[in-house]
């Protein structure tokens, strides 16, 4: 039988021996600082897997929403939580502003321009030949 085993990998400064500081990507929401880890390698793939072909979007929406919530801190966790889950209407996060959120942090997750190149941009220079 095949086995499989786990090793939890330090990432060390090489320099001085201790850990790494993660990066992450920093947002507001409301008034408090929310700070977003890059999803690894297993959340990424749970989220190509989640948002693929032959998925409903409530499934994707669901997937969004959980990836998005383990790539938090863990305090901004539970503040997101309750928020998504509250129903006082004051605290309550509309499905609008969770959207707006996951597209932000994609784009900085994965290093996507948010504004489309000038379409102004000069194009190849030709010699006249084909």
Partial sequence: MKEF?????EVLNEDAGTPVEE???????????????PP?????????????????A?????AI??????CLRDEDR????GRLLSRDPKKRLPVKQIESIFEY???????????PSSDSAPSPQSDGQN
Avoid: C
């Fill in 5 to 9: 085993i786990t090793a939890v990998e």
């Fill in 65 to 70: 929403i959980n990836i998005m919530l383990e």
């Fill in 40 to 56: 690894n390698d297993g959340q990424l793939a749970f989220m190509l897997a989640a948002m693929g072909r032959g998925q409903s």
């Fill in 105 to 115: 942090l994609t784009e900085e997750w994965f290093g996507r321009p948010t504004q």
């Fill in 58 to 62: 409530d499934g994707r929406f669901a």
């Fill in 78 to 81: 539970d503040y997101m939580e």
């Fill in 23 to 37: 990066k992450y990507v920093e947002f507001k929401l409301d008034d408090r600082v929310m700070r977003s880890y």
